[in-house]
C-alpha cells in the first residue's frame, strides 16, 4: 500500500457559486507528495505521516502540526 501523508488546504479565493469562502480550511489524507502547491482557489500543504507524533490525530491537530512544519515556529497550544 501506497503511504499517505497529511494536508491542510486553505482557501484563498472565495467559489463563485459559493460552496467554500476565503478562509475556509481543509485537512486529511492523501497519496500527493509532500510540499507546497498553488491550486486555483487556494493553497495545498503536504506533509509526510511521519510529521505527526500520533498515529491518529483530530483534525485541528493536522492543522496545527503542518502550520508548525512550514512556519518552523510552534503554533501548536
Known amino acids: 500500500m501506497e503511504k499517505k501523508n497529511y494536508y491542510l488546504f486553505i482557501v484563498c479565493k472565495t467559489h463563485p457559486a459559493g460552496f467554500f469562502k476565503a478562509g475556509d480550511c481543509g485537512v486529511g489524507r492523501t497519496t500527493v507528495g509532500p ?34 512544519y512550514y512556519l518552523g515556529r510552534s503554533v501548536i497550544k
Open 35 to 68: 510540499g507546497i502547491r498553488d491550486c486555483l482557489y487556494g493553497t495545498l500543504y503536504t506533509v509526510p505521516q511521519e510529521v505527526m507524533p500520533v498515529s491518529r490525530p483530530s483534525a485541528d491537530s493536522i492543522k496545527r502540526y503542518i502550520l508548525t
